[in-house]
Nanobody, 123 residues
Framework: QVQVVESGGGLVQAGGSLRLSCTAS????????MSWFRQAPGKKREGVEC????????YFIGSVKGRFTISRDNAKNTVYLQMNSLKPEDTAMYYC????????????????WGQGTQVTVSP
């Protein structure tokens, strides 16, 4: 049984930093693209960033380039999202998703999801 579990969300002031973690079990982690999505209240879920097992990175949102960095530790079955220079518009529920293929920005392309971790950025 595949499980995906996120952690690391919280409340932070604008300009601050957070690091999200996502650990997946029950799958061959090396074979999976791992993505971060987010959903703000009243908005559709959107892809943020993805990392393929080769190390290739895909950004789905231009506004996070230079501020958010995805990384993964295949030995720990864990993917991270380091978020710096946070802005109030980054406030959302952040989800981790796994896909046994290359990166995709479509949420319906991912069969495995975590429960989400809330990130709130105050002005």
């Amino acid at each position: 049984q595949v499980q995906v579990v996120e952690s690391g969300g919280g409340l932070v002031q604008a300009g601050g930093s957070l690091r999200l973690s996502c650990t997946a079990s029950g799958l061959r982690f090396d074979d999976y693209a791992m993505s971060w999505f987010r959903q703000a209240p009243g908005k559709k879920r959107e892809g943020v960033e993805c990392m393929w097992s080769s190390g290739d990175i895909t950004y789905f949102i231009g506004s996070v380039k230079g501020r958010f960095t995805i990384s993964r530790d295949n030995a720990k079955n864990t993917v991270y999202l380091q978020m710096n220079s946070l802005k109030p518009e980054d406030t959302a529920m952040y989800y981790c998703a796994a896909r046994n293929a290359d990166c995709s920005g479509r949420d319906d392309a991912y069969p495995y999801w975590g429960q989400g971790t809330q990130v709130t950025v105050s002005p």
